[in-house]
């Protein structure tokens, strides 16, 4: 896979000109150059947690750490939407930069310490150890700005309130959405070595449209700084009503198939073609076995001629390699 180079940060300017904010991303550009924390790196914003006052300091747009009270020192995650990574420049889709969405996503950061947010919690945590809590002020103000999008964690979509936000702001090409909208947000990248425990490794992929996710399954070993992209296909209707057809007499994939409707049973073959992975209408514990069927359907060519492009991409740094003296190169 190609290496990415590190860039320099010139294009911030045309990001802050998007969204508004020239003076926002000016301040974020100088803190970033800084060698030395800032004052806003050690800043404190005020959450109702509980209903109880408490100190936190936002990491990024979508978690902070409880400098007080009764969750003292635990790592928050906040629920429903997801902020793109703000260790550096590494999100990447349509004709934006990287350096330019590395604004947006430390905007979003800003956005979130700039002001007092009504949160709650059962104390539940994600599979990171953090604990989850909902901000939903805070949640529709990151979306409806373009700092943020709507994402749950399966199958289900979004929060109702969140994905409404989310269309005005793809409507009204806010923030993250100015250049155009992908069909799915490559959020988070995992390289093979990273499956220790025999479960398999995938990349998630966030839907656009309505927030759900996607688990990308994959066996590739990424390089550090490898530019991973998630590929969208052309379709030829005709070839998927075709390919209906022959997939239903199909004794291996039919009984995939057999319980949905032919509406829905299309759906999943043109979502294949379109995007190589398959629809939530098959059950979790089925879609890997289709997934092997079908792409043996497309290295066949049955598909048709299909014209790919790139959708979201990502760079991949390994986590112990995104702060600190030993950044990775196409961070620094």
């Given at each position: 896979?190609p ?12 990001a802050a ?72 420049a ?14 947006l996503?430390?905007?979003g ?11 709650e ?23 409806r ?7 749950s ?64 399954r ?29 997939a ?17 049973a ?19 514990d ?6 092997d ?14 014209k ?25």
């Amino acid at each position: 896979m190609p290496r990415i180079k590190p860039r320099s940060f010139r294009v911030a300017r045309r990001a802050a000109v998007v969204v508004g904010a020239l003076t926002l991303t000016v301040a974020v550009a100088t803190s970033l150059s800084s060698p030395t924390p800032s004052v806003a790196a050690e800043s404190q914003t005020k959450v109702i947690l509980n209903g109880k006052p408490v100190p936190v300091h936002f990491n990024d747009g979508d978690s902070f750490r409880v400098l007080g009270g009764d969750f003292n020192g635990s790592k928050a995650r906040l629920s429903g939407y997801n902020t793109l990574e703000s260790y550096g420049a590494v999100h990447q889709w349509g004709s934006w930069d990287l350096h330019e969405l590395y604004v947006l996503a430390k905007m979003g950061t800003y956005n979130g310490r700039d002001g007092i947010w009504e949160c709650e919690t059962d104390g539940a945590t994600d599979t990171y150890g953090r604990m989850l809590v909902w901000c939903p002020k805070l949640a529709e103000q990151q979306i409806r700005m373009g700092y943020a999008h709507a994402m749950s964690i399966d199958d289900n979509p979004a929060r109702p309130e969140l994905v409404e936000a989310q269309r005005e702001a793809i409507t009204k090409r806010r923030g993250i959405w100015a250049h155009g909208a992908p069909e799915f947000v490559l959020t988070s990248l995992h390289s093979k070595e990273e499956d220790v425990d025999g479960h398999g490794t995938y990349n998630r992929l966030v839907s656009s449209v309505d927030g759900h996710s996607v688990k990308w399954r994959h066996s590739t070993r990424y390089a550090e700084c490898d530019r991973v992209c998630h590929y969208e296909y052309s379709v030829d209707a005709a070839v998927v009503d075709e390919l209906l057809i022959a997939a239903k007499a199909d004794p291996t994939i039919s009984p995939f198939l057999a319980a949905l409707s032919n509406a829905d049973a299309r759906t999943v073959l043109y979502d294949f073609a379109k995007f190589r992975h398959i629809n939530r209408k098959i059950a979790e514990d089925q879609r890997d076995s289709l997934d092997d069927l079908l792409t043996a359907w497309a290295d066949a060519g049955k598909f048709g001629a299909q014209k790919r492009t790139e959708g979201a991409c990502m760079l991949h740094v390994p986590f112990d390699r995104r702060f600190g003296g030993g950044k990775a190169e196409c961070l620094k």
